[in-house]
Structure formats: C-alpha cells, structure tokens
C-alpha cells in the first residue's frame, strides 16, 4: 500500500471512522494506528477531524482529543451547529469535509501519498484533485458494514482501498482496555452529517 521511500499524510474523519469501527465492533488504538503508518513511510502528519460542542460542560470527546494532541496527531476542529430538523428533533451538525479537502490541497505539494480514513462519497472530487497533483491515494473504511459505509465512487477514484477490519488486529485496541458499560445512542447517528457520536466515546480513553 505504502512505499518506504514515500512521504504520507493520514487525514481521519473521526466521526466517519468511529461509525465505521462502531459497525464493526472494535476500537482503534491512535497509538498503534500512528505506530502502523509510520513504520510504513515516512509520516509527515497525522491530521484528526472533530466537532466540538463548546457549551457543553464537558464532552466525552475531550480526553480522546486530548490525548491524540499530545501524542503527534495534530487536531482539527471546530464547534457543532445546533438545530431543529423538520421532526421537530433536535440536532447537532458538524461537518468537517470543508476542513479535510482544505488541509488536504495544501499538503499535496509535501507529501507523495494521502490516507484518507473516511468511507464518505463527498470526497472523491478531492481524491481526484490530489491525485492530478501526483499523489496517490488510499481510502480506509468498510464493505463489511450492512451496509457499507464506503461509497462505491470513493473506491473506485482510489488508487487503493484498504479494508478497515483487515487492520483490526494491527490498530485495535485490546478487549480488556474497551468501554465496559454500553451508552444508549441517539437517533440516527450513523448519519455523519450528523455529530451525536460523542455520546458513545469511552469519556476514560487510554490508549495503552
């Protein structure tokens, strides 16, 4: 997938990638999915995407974000946006497709491989344009989801599609270190429009 001699950049949807583990039923270790990439190539950044809700007094989220700040993924994000759908429901939205093709078209000019860790069809203009740019790309997510949250332009515009669960065993986290208590989902949070995934997030994230 990586050549040794390749500069890469990772660029991780996190809300699309935690829908993707989610469905699969495993959690990422950050520690050992940096460890993976960076004995692949040469790492020049590990950019992680996220929607914040700041009013909150505490997101199950910061520990994560935390973490992953002080441990060479450099963080993006910003602040959802609440409002009321046509149901009456109320929503959270915090899209950061913006924010990744942005970083993204930057980066080309640095780096000779992009791994996007998103299943998202939205991005296959901008694999397009990268890969104009010379750079090749990877797209990380899943088939084995029912459904699939890869979208099947996404696969193809890819230079390679890496199946997220074939992964499992070398960026997993170990059973005994995942969330032992289960936490009631919102409606509809598979949506990634959507950003009511926090709620699931393990608030105690350790990445040992």
Known sequence: MIRPTERVALFIDGANLYSATKALDFDIDYKKLRAEFTSKGTLIRAFYYTALNEEADYSPLR???DWLDYNGYTMVTKPTKEFTDSQGRRRIKGNM??????DAMEMAEHIDHMVLFSGDGDFRSLVEAVQRKGVRVTVVSTIKSHPPMIADEL???ADSFVELLTLQDAIGRNAST???TPV?????DDDDEYYD???DVDADYDPA
């Not at 497709?97 to 942005?102: G, L, Q, S, Y």
């Not at 009631?184 to 509809?188: A, K, L, M, P, V």
């Open 63 to 65: 520990p994560l974000i």
């Open 97 to 102: 497709d913006i924010e990744i093709a942005v």
């Open 155 to 157: 696969r193809r515009q």
């Open 178 to 180: 995942r969330q032992q």
């Open 184 to 188: 009631d989902d919102d409606e509809d």
């Open 197 to 199: 995934y926090e709620d």
